[in-house]
């Protein structure tokens, strides 16, 4: 199985970007599909997850600004994010898991600078 994320970049304070995490192999639609960032001397946190039946939850510091989403067709997650702050910088990792089961892709680099 392997995660592969796209869609991180440089934006100013306020912008937007949307990640993208593609999920090849035996990725089923009963796993939970999350995104997860680590900031530089951080521990990594999480940021949002989706179900399978599309439940979400959000980390206090992201709500109301960045909404995950997925696409259980095209083995697929999204995390749309507006209103974009400089604490946000981070290498932003997708996850998948299930059971036992916990696969990560190798991190977006996002940075919010102006």
């Known amino acids: 199985v392997q995660l592969v994320e796209s869609g991180g970049g440089l934006v100013q304070p306020g912008g937007s970007l949307r990640l993208s995490c593609a999920a090849s192999?035996?990725?089923?639609?009963?796993?939970?599909l999350g995104w997860y960032r680590q900031a530089p001397g951080k521990q990594r946190e999480l940021v949002a997850h989706?179900?399978?039946?599309?439940?979400?939850n959000y980390a206090d510091s992201v709500k109301g600004r960045f909404t995950i989403s997925r696409d259980n067709g095209k083995n697929k997650v999204y995390l749309q994010m507006n209103s974009l702050k400089p604490d946000d910088t981070a290498v932003y990792y997708c996850?998948?898991?299930?059971?036992?089961?916990?696969?990560w892709g190798q991190g977006t680099q996002v940075t919010v600078s102006s």
């Open positions: 996850h998948a898991g299930f059971s036992v089961y916990s696969y």
């Open positions: 192999g035996s990725i089923s639609n009963t796993f939970v």
């Open positions: 989706i179900t399978s039946g599309g439940g979400t």
